[in-house]
């Protein structure tokens, strides 16, 4: 059973850093590509951003490019999301996710979703 632990939520004022780490076990992690997705209150989920499972490339929402940065650890099963400049429209639960595919924008392609963590951002 796969199971993804989100942490590093919380409140951050506007304009501090975060980082997000995602635990994953039940799975061979590093023949996976991961991502993070979020979700604001009344809002759609989005596609935040993904690293392939080899040769960790990176890819990025528009809203997010130059501001959030997407590692991982493959020793220790860890997905990181290292986030800066935070402002208040940021603020969502941010979302672990598996994929079961390539298309790393669409949500179907996600297999597996974690809980999520809170992102509050205050001014």
């Known amino acids: 059973q796969v199971q993804l632990v989100e942490s590093g939520g919380g409140l951050v004022q506007a304009g501090g850093s975060l980082r997000l780490a995602c635990v994953a076990a039940?799975?061979?992690?590093?023949?996976?590509?991961m991502g993070w997705w979020r979700q604001a209150a009344g809002k759609e989920r989005e596609f935040v951003a993904a690293?392939?499972?080899?040769?960790?490339?990176?890819y990025y929402g528009d809203p997010v490019k130059g501001r959030y940065t997407i590692t991982r650890d493959n020793a220790k099963n860890t997905l990181y999301l290292h986030m800066n400049n935070l402002l208040p429209e940021h603020a969502a639960v941010y979302l672990c996710?598996?994929?079961?595919?390539?298309?790393?924008?669409?949500?179907?392609?996600?297999?597996?979703w974690g809980q999520g963590t809170q992102v509050p951002v205050s001014t």
């Open positions: 996710a598996v994929y079961s595919g390539s298309f790393y924008y669409r949500r179907e392609m996600v297999g597996h």
């Open positions: 039940g799975l061979s992690f590093n023949t996976y590509a």
């Open positions: 690293i392939s499972r080899m040769n960790h490339t990176t």
